[in-house]
């Protein structure tokens, strides 16, 4: 089972770069973040072409997160956070996909800081931790994900000592994020990659992808079931270099059907 988290910067905008990838890396599960798109300008037609189901919940202009799949369709078991401080602010979807839940969101970025959007930010990601670990407690494999705007720590950030009063590297934000891993989430791609520079974003100005001055902002975080059964997790980095792309670039894992063996200590 392949499942991935793209920030698309804009669902209609980079249609074509959404299906290209889709046709090249055939994920089975994607979520989709910042559609900047209300309901009914979702590109329904397109993705089903596509081969894929989907659930959406979006917004005019900003924001915007959506369930895609091509293993059945997403049944969808929540539409924004419980108790969210701001309900008109599309950020959230979970829904029931082929024996797993999958959790879609897209944290908000909390500059200037300090100040309201900050302290937004926060708030809503107190709201995810009490949903989170309600979440961490099933059975059945979880996995959230999506654009966190966390970089958890200096390896996930290209020149940290630039980025210490910037609210995605803000004390308060990433101890938020320690806070779910303590919950006994699992960071796929930091799992699979723990010493190894690796981002998910680059900025559009000043070369950033090319002098691969990035930021590790978007996570897959697994629950027990889910994180017995990871494979693999990799960062897609050349489709940000595709033209017109997003200035994020698609993470995904592989579970594989069964749990992983362990293996056996030596005897004795």
């Known amino acids: ?84 401080p701001d309900p008109g602010q599309s950020r959230y979807i979970e829904a029931a996909v082929n024996g797993m839940l999958i959790a879609g969101l897209y944290m908000p970025n909390g500059n200037p800081r300090p100040g309201p959007k900050f302290d937004y930010k926060l708030a809503w990601f107190a709201q995810l931790e009490a949903h989170a670990a309600a979440l961490f407690a099933t059975d059945a494999p979880v996995v959230l994900a999506g654009d966190f705007n966390v970089m958890p720590t200096d390896l996930d950030v290209y020149k940290p000592e630039r980025w210490r009063d910037d609210a995605l590297f803000a004390p308060a934000v990433r101890d938020a994020y320690a806070r779910l891993l303590d919950q006994g989430w699992t960071d796929a791609l930091r799992a699979r990659h723990p010493g190894e520079t690796i981002y998910t974003f680059w900025d559009y100005f000043r070369n950033a992808y090319g002098r691969n001055a990035g930021l590790r902002i978007d996570h897959l975080l697994l629950n027990g079931p889910a994180a017995a059964r990871l494979k693999t997790a990799e960062v897609d980095s050349d489709v940000r270099g595709w033209e017109k792309s997003s200035d994020h670039a698609p993470v995904r894992i592989e579970l594989g059907d069964r749990p992983r063996r362990r293996r056996a200590g030596p005897a004795g």
């Open 1 to 84: 089972m392949k499942i991935a988290t793209y920030n698309v910067n804009g669902i209609n905008g980079r249609l074509p770069v959404l299906l290209r990838w889709l046709e090249e890396r055939r994920p089975d599960i994607v979520c989709l973040q910042e559609l900047k798109a209300p309901d009914e300008k979702f590109p329904l037609s397109a993705i089903r072409t596509a081969g894929y189901d989907a659930i959406w919940h979006g917004q005019k202009s900003w924001n915007g997160v959506a369930i895609l799949s091509r293993v059945g369709m997403p049944v969808e078991t929540r539409r924004g956070l419980p108790h969210d």
